[in-house]
């Protein structure tokens, strides 16, 4: 079978934890042991989020855009799924795919920001933060979080590579934090945009582009709910 699984922020980073490499790669190693049996077996194809991540990198470093930060997660985290996957399965091939996914510069999303990212700050901390950076903040929970244009994956423009590694036996990990979101310009070359592709959204086009027999969306909620949100709700 093939199998494309998109692994949840809290696979890196759980709720509270302090975003330390060393908590980071406490987590990826309990997801690569979940992940080992699967890969021994099948053809596997990872993405996961950068939420988290990308927030942090973003507050640490505001010369560089979104779309740059995006592509250095990429990188970071692919790192951390390859190094340790390779640990527990040193005979199977992995590789780390840089992931540009083209979106609509007319998407509506960039008229309306409402994807978090980056850690919680406490209300006066996070109304600085607007003055200062010119950023879009939303309540989550108590405390508030950037949010940032979060526009439609339309088109993965690496998906003739990654089909050629999984053809090969390679694992691959790609469309890392819903990949690179890039638009085409008028003369059809390709720039980058100030966004962040949902995850969940990258993996559904990843999943169906390759022709996927199973899409597998891992976080930490305690089941899928019949009539979520309502008195009668019960986990299926």
Same mark, same amino acid.
């Given at each position: 079978?093939? =199998? ?6 809290? #696979? ?6 302090? /975003?330390?490499? #060393? ?8 997801? +690569?042991?979940?992940?080992?049996? =699967? ?23 505001? +010369?560089? /855009?979104l779309d740059i930060l995006d592509a250095e997660t990429e990188g970071m985290i692919g790192y951390l799924i390859e ?9 199977? %091939? ?6 540009? =996914? ?5 998407? /509506? ?9 980056? /850690? ?5 901390? &996070?109304?600085?933060?607007?003055? *200062?950076?010119?950023?879009?903040? #939303? ?12 526009? *439609?994956?339309?088109?993965?423009? *690496? ?13 691959? =990990?790609? &469309? ?8 085409? %310009? ?22 169906r582009e390759l022709k996927a027999d199973a899409l597998l969306m891992l976080t930490d909620v305690d089941a899928v ?12």
């Amino acid at each position: 079978m093939r =199998i494309v699984i998109a692994l949840g922020g809290n #696979a890196l980073l759980r709720r509270g934890e302090t /975003p330390t490499a #060393a908590n980071q790669r406490h987590n990826v190693r309990i997801a +690569a042991a979940a992940l080992a049996p =699967i890969a021994r077996r099948h053809e596997l194809v990872i993405s996961h989020g950068n939420g988290p991540q990308v927030g942090l990198l973003a507050l640490q470093s505001a +010369a560089y /855009p979104l779309d740059i930060l995006d592509a250095e997660t990429e990188g970071m985290i692919g790192y951390l799924i390859e190094q340790e996957l390779g640990n527990l399965l040193p005979d199977l %091939r992995c590789a780390t795919l840089l992931t540009q =996914i083209e979106v609509d510069q007319d998407d /509506p999303a960039f008229d309306h920001p409402d994807k978090p990212i980056g /850690p919680v700050y406490a209300e006066a901390e &996070a109304r600085k933060l607007v003055v *200062e950076r010119g950023w879009h903040i #939303a309540q989550d929970g108590a405390f508030f979080r950037r949010v940032v244009p979060s526009p *439609e994956p339309k088109r993965i423009f *690496e998906l003739g590579v990654i089909e050629l590694l999984v053809s090969q036996g390679v694992i691959v =990990i790609c &469309a890392g934090g819903g990949g690179i979101p890039v638009v085409h %310009r008028k003369n059809g070359s390709l720039s980058g945009v100030e966004a962040v592709i949902d995850k969940d959204l990258a993996s559904a086009l990843l999943a169906r582009e390759l022709k996927a027999d199973a899409l597998l969306m891992l976080t930490d909620v305690d089941a899928v709910y019949r009539g979520w949100g309502t008195s009668g709700a019960s986990a299926i």
